[in-house]
């Protein structure tokens, strides 16, 4: 829903442009119109005239989209990476282009072409002809569309900035996602799934006992390999759980009954990972099915349940309705590893040695020298050497399983980045747009004050306070619209608040500036906008020739009418100046 809402707004965007150029092209037939309603024509039929203009400019944009959107699907499906094309939609090979898409394209397409046409409808229903007929150049329906133009900059100022509001909070999710230690070593490590045999599944010793040290003689002993060990589950991607006792705290009720994360792993795990052993010893090859049991507690459930003493050689017994399970010895205390996510806290945790208490599927982890996936052939060729039964699958690096594990707040990013992207552009070119149009209009105005003594810095002052006006205003109802929308995006934040006023002031400073580039470039020339002026004259000349020439009689006048168009100009720039220019009113 919040990627169908963003799709809405950048369309909304996209209808603004359209109708500020909508506002314009109306401007030109203001007089076409006028004689229209003079002859005869109602306000009805006018109306619905540019209606139906609007909505078949609309309908041949749909059909352009349609084809876009055909050829779009083979392309993304071909350019995503796989992690890319599921998550957190489904295949796009699944997405039909049937009658459902023609139908929804349509109905956007109408719905469309009649917002961004019926803001010139109402425009010109609402000028009446003797105005335009009275004024000649149509001043006072200029103004009116000038109004009208600046409230829906304003709008596309408020929508784009929800968008990319949108989009920052998600950038910043991710990446103070990505900043969070996962509490292990992700770099030079091959990962892939395994299944081991065990008698009774979950609880039992496994059937092959020497697995862990099999798979040591095997695979740790190829070159470039410095470690390799097996676990039930990798980190990030969950655990199992188990209710204990702890020894000399009884239990009164099922209620006081403690839990805590389960962990299966083989002799040198921590070390491949790079978990460092913050206390006792790691499991070694003498902890066997006859041994006394043991466990290796994570530093968060040492904090928990023995916060003030040393939890070495503390007991705990495993919770199993009816059976009588044998107490285990804590004998280490391992860093806090992220075993359910980044985004979520670390859980009180115990690890039990593979021999002792096996799991049928594993993980086998192998710390290399170089890049992880260069090693993936030969370690699965001895492993299968070693146990020519066990299939082997899942082979990838560990850092595509931290990435897997953000891709869930990876792809709305990306889709909001683009879509924000593309708002971004369409809100400065929309702005730009009527700027520039509105500057156009008052080049007559500009040369004028610049003619009586107005510096540039003044006018481009003018203009720009002009423009940007609309769009802080637009700035704060889109703030204010933003608080509310963002709202929808709380459950994938991450470490930031739906209403971030970092991200907030970031996007509110950068859209503005959209706006002012094409104001601060006012085109006009001082005095070739008055109508009586002779620097009409004041046009530049062309490039001389190789050859030399006399100057002819007409290069001689337009020489001389530039020279005192500069002299009027110098008068109207220096009225205190000593100097008398020689005006061309002297004649």
């Not at 205003?473 to 470490?495: D, E, K, N, S, W």
């Not at 503005?512 to 109508?531: D, K, Q, V």
Request: glycine content about 8%; proline content about 7%.
């Amino acid at each position: 829903m919040v990627l169908f809402y963003v799709v809405g707004f950048v369309l909304l965007i996209v209808c603004v442009n359209v109708a500020n150029l909508s506002l314009a092209r109306s401007a030109a037939r203001q007089k076409e119109i006028a004689v229209r309603r003079t002859l005869g024509a109602g306000r009805f039929r006018v109306l619905r005239q540019l209606l139906t203009e609007s909505l078949l400019l609309a309908i041949l944009g749909g059909l352009a989209g349609l084809v876009v959107a055909f050829i779009s699907l083979t392309l993304i499906e071909s350019a995503l990476p796989d992690e890319l094309k599921y998550l957190p939609f489904r295949p796009l090979t699944s997405i039909p282009m049937d009658s459902r898409v023609f139908a929804f394209a349509l109905l956007a397409t109408c719905a469309t072409g009649v917002l961004f046409g019926i803001a010139p409808a109402l425009s010109a229903e609402h000028t009446g002809p003797g105005e335009v007929m009275k004024s000649g150049s149509g001043r006072g329906a200029t103004r009116k569309r000038g109004r009208l133009g600046n409230m829906l900059v304003a709008a596309e100022v408020a929508l784009a900035l929800v968008v990319v509001v949108s989009a920052g909070l998600l950038i910043d999710s991710v990446a103070r996602l990505l900043a969070v230690d996962p509490g292990f070593r992700r770099q030079h490590v091959l990962q892939m799934d395994i299944s081991t045999p065990q008698a009774e599944i979950y609880y039992s010793p496994p059937r092959n006992a020497r697995f862990c040290e099999q798979l040591q003689e095997s695979v740790g002993t190829l070159p470039g390999v410095t470690g390799v060990s097996a676990v039930s589950f990798l980190p990030l991607v969950g655990n199992a759980g188990r209710g204990f006792v702890i020894e000399g705290r009884p239990s009164t009720s099922p209620d006081d009954q403690l839990s805590s994360a389960y962990l299966i792993a083989c002799p040198g795990y921590f070390a491949a990972l790079g978990i460092p052993l913050l206390d006792g010893r790691d499991f070694t090859s003498t902890d066997t099915s006859s041994a006394p049991g043991v466990v290796v507690i994570n530093e968060a459930m040492a904090k928990k349940f023995w916060p003030k003493q040393s939890p070495l050689g503390q007991r705990i017994k495993i919770a199993r309705v009816a059976t009588v399970e044998p107490w285990l010895t804590v004998v280490g205390v391992t860093h806090d590893v992220r075993q359910s996510g980044l985004d979520n806290d670390v859980a009180p945790a115990f690890y039990r040695p593979f021999t002792q208490a096996g799991w049928p599927p594993m993980s086998i982890v192998v710390n290399t020298t170089g890049q992880p996936m260069a090693f993936a052939e030969a370690v699965k060729n001895a492993f299968t050497q070693t146990f020519p039964e066990t299939p082997v699958s899942n082979i990838a690096s560990l850092n595509e399983l931290v990435s897997d594990s953000v891709s869930a707040r990876r792809v709305p990013m990306l889709v909001l980045s683009s879509f924000a992207a593309l708002a971004l552009i369409l809100a400065a070119v929309g702005i730009a747009g009527v700027v520039s149009y509105g500057v156009a209009q008052r080049t007559q105005e500009i040369g004028i004050r610049m003619a009586f003594g107005a510096n540039p810095p003044d006018v481009v002052r003018m203009m720009v306070g002009a423009s940007m006006k609309w769009a802080l205003a637009g700035v704060a109802a889109g703030i204010a619209y933003a608080f509310a929308a963002t709202r929808l995006l709380a459950g994938l934040l991450y470490g930031v608040k739906s209403g971030d006023p970092f991200v907030m002031t970031a996007v509110a400073v950068l859209l503005p500036r959209s706006s002012s580039p094409p104001a601060i470039f006012p085109h006009a020339e001082p005095l070739a906008s008055i109508p009586w002026s002779p620097c009409v004259a004041n046009k530049p000349l062309r490039r001389a020739p190789a050859k030399p020439r006399r100057a002819g009689a007409n290069q001689l006048q337009r020489t001389t009418d530039r020279n005192r168009c500069n002299h009027l100009f110098f008068k109207h720039s220096h009225p205190h100046s000593d100097f008398r220019p020689y005006s061309v009113f002297n004649q």
